[in-house]
Every structure is written in structure tokens, then in C-alpha cells.
């Protein structure tokens, strides 16, 4: 995880063990909430039934992964019981998987992760990165899927990751330094260093601006080594470019778009969205400018005829 010299650049093959494009393009997550508090569609499929529908409608609009979590992490909210977190996500992925879909479980339980795992799970996307449950780096080792590691200022984790306060360096600092020591964590517990995906938790205990300047720091982060995702998808700093926090959810749609091209072009291996088509879409635009031609080598003829000989 140390770091090289940042460089702006199309998000290439992830490193082996962590899913991947042929062509390279930026991967799309779609959100699977099984959940009835989640921000911004808590109750739309709270039931495994219309949450696995949910995630073929993603996966037939362009979805390379789908995220399955059964626990909101939104502010205020209160964790779940076990059994329910359970029953809500494994039945989810096992269909899912079951399907060939490649499938993420969002929670911070370890024995859920395990549970999901043996359902077909690929990837254990922890918000904790680990810090939440002790036994999550081992299981993830023991399995050999790949993890994802977000960063979360907390005083939940404050006990393990020693600091509560902001730090003096900047939020770019702070977050590069704690998903480092995060990975080595990871690594000391067995993970293989190419299964391990990272995330600057956006929205989590930042402010807008916090979560601008780590966006427009996000070459310095992919230049780490490990795979980036980014969850910018109707958070709310993502409404301060639309007029204000009173802007719905919803409304940042465009928005997370926009954000999508550009962390695919500073080389974010992945985004995590509510929307699929949309970013599927920014996504495949910023692959094309970046190689300066149509992707999958299709090159459509001319938008206009040629001029009539002469001049108009």
C-alpha cells in the first residue's frame, strides 16, 4: 500500500482476485437495500423477494455488481438484530448468486459475511473496515473473497482506531493513512493484498467539504495500489451543487453521474449507485475520452453529411 506518484488515468484491470472488465471500464455497483430505514429507498424492498427483483432490474440495466446489505448505516440509525440481518440478506444472495450475478454483502457482522459467503458471495463490503467485528478480516482470509475497506470517523470504533478529532493534515490525510493501516490489518489477518478493495466513505461523518476535497484527491488514493470505490450516490454533500441540503435525495441523481465520470476517469476501479443505467452511461463516456475512441472498437459513421462541394 505504499504510495506512488498520483496520476490521473482510466481505471485499468483490477489487481487479480478482485472483480474485473475486459475492456477495463469502471465497475457499477448497484445499492440492493434489504432494509426499511435506508436514506433514500428504506422500504422499497425490504423482503427478499422484491429486493432480488430490485437487483435483476440493476443487473439487466448494466450492473457488474450488486450490493446486498440488510442493515441501514445511515445517521441515527440502530443496528439490527443478528437473526434479521440474516434472514433478510442471505436468501437474497443465494438466488442472486445462484443466477451468475456477482454479489456484495454490505455489514459489519462477520457471521453474516459467513452466511453469505456460503450463499455465493464475492465480495464482504464492511463500512468498518473491519474494526466493528474482529472476527471479519479472519473469515474473509479464511474464505478467500475479496473485502472492501471503508473509512468511518466514529467514536463507534474510536477504541481501535485511536482518534476522534479531524486530522490537522486534512481529510485526504486522515483517510489515506487509515485505509493504509486498514490493509494491513487485512493483510496481517490472512487477506491476500489483492483482494482488497478500499473506500473513502463518503457522506460518513464528513462534511461537503470534506467529501470535495476527497473526491479531487482521488488520483493521490488510487495511486495507493489498491482497487477505489466510490459511494457518492444521493448523499447529501452531493446537493450542494443542486441548492442546498433540502434538495431530496433523488433530486442528486444527475449529479452522482457527473461524479461517476470523473472518479472513472482519476481511475476509480468501481461506484457504488442507486441508478444503474445512468452511471453505466458516464462510466462507458469517460473509457471512451479517455482512449479517444468508441468503445469496443465501433465507430459510428459522422453525425452531419460531408459539405456539398461548393460551401453551404
Known amino acids: 500500500m505504499a504510495p506512488e506518484p498520483a496520476a490521473a488515468a482510466p481505471a485499468g484491470p483490477a489487481a487479480p482476485g478482485v472483480p474485473a472488465r475486459a475492456d477495463g471500464r469502471c465497475l457499477v ?26 437487483a435483476r432490474r440493476l443487473i439487466a440495466e448494466g450492473a457488474d455488481i450488486v450490493d446486498v446489505g440488510g442493515e441501514s448505516t445511515r445517521p441515527g440509525a440502530h443496528r439490527v438484530p443478528e437473526a434479521q440481518e440474516l434472514e433478510r440478506v ?19 457482522r462477520a457471521s ?24 471479519m ?3 474473509c482470509a479464511e474464505a478467500g473473497v475479496a473485502v472492501c475497506l471503508m473509512h468511518w470517523r466514529t467514536d463507534r470504533f474510536i477504541g481501535a482506531s485511536g482518534r476522534a478529532e479531524p486530522d490537522p493534515r486534512g481529510i485526504l490525510a486522515e483517510v489515506a ?3 493504509r ?11 491476500a493484498a489483492e483482494r482488497i478493495i478500499v473506500d473513502p466513505g463518503l457522506g460518513f461523518a464528513k462534511n461537503a467539504d470534506d467529501n470535495w476535497a476527497l473526491l479531487n484527491g482521488l488520483p493521490e488514493l488510487v495511486a495507493m495500489g489498491a482497487p477505489v470505490l466510490v459511494g457518492a450516490s444521493r448523499k447529501r454533500f452531493a446537493a450542494t451543487v443542486l441548492g442546498g441540503p433540502a434538495v431530496p435525495p433523488t433530486a442528486a441523481d444527475p449529479a452522482t453521474a457527473a461524479i461517476t465520470a470523473l472518479a472513472a476517469a482519476a481511475g476509480a476501479w468501481g461506484v457504488r449507485v442507486h441508478e444503474v443505467r445512468p452511471n453505466v452511461d458516464a462510466a462507458a463516456v469517460a473509457a471512451a475520452w479517455a482512449a479517444g475512441a468508441a468503445p469496443n472498437g465501433v465507430a459510428a459513421d459522422g453525425d452531419y453529411p460531408a459539405a456539398p462541394a461548393g460551401g453551404a
Open 137 to 139: 478480516l479472519p473469515t
Open 181 to 191: 493501516a486498514r490493509a494491513d490489518a487485512a493483510v496481517a489477518a490472512g487477506v
Open 90 to 108: 442471505v436468501p437474497v444472495v443465494a438466488e442472486l448468486a445462484a443466477g451468475g450475478a456477482t454479489v456484495s454483502v454490505d455489514t459489519m
Open 29 to 54: 455497483m448497484g445499492i440492493v437495500n434489504v432494509t426499511e430505514d435506508s436514506f433514500s429507498d428504506g422500504g422499497r424492498w425490504a423482503d427478499p423477494i422484491s429486493a432480488a427483483a430490485h
Open 177 to 179: 493513512e487509515h485505509l
Open 112 to 135: 453474516v459475511a459467513a452466511a453469505a459467503i456460503e450463499a455465493g458471495a464475492a465480495i464482504i463490503n464492511d463500512v468498518s473496515a473491519g474494526l466493528a467485528d474482529p472476527r
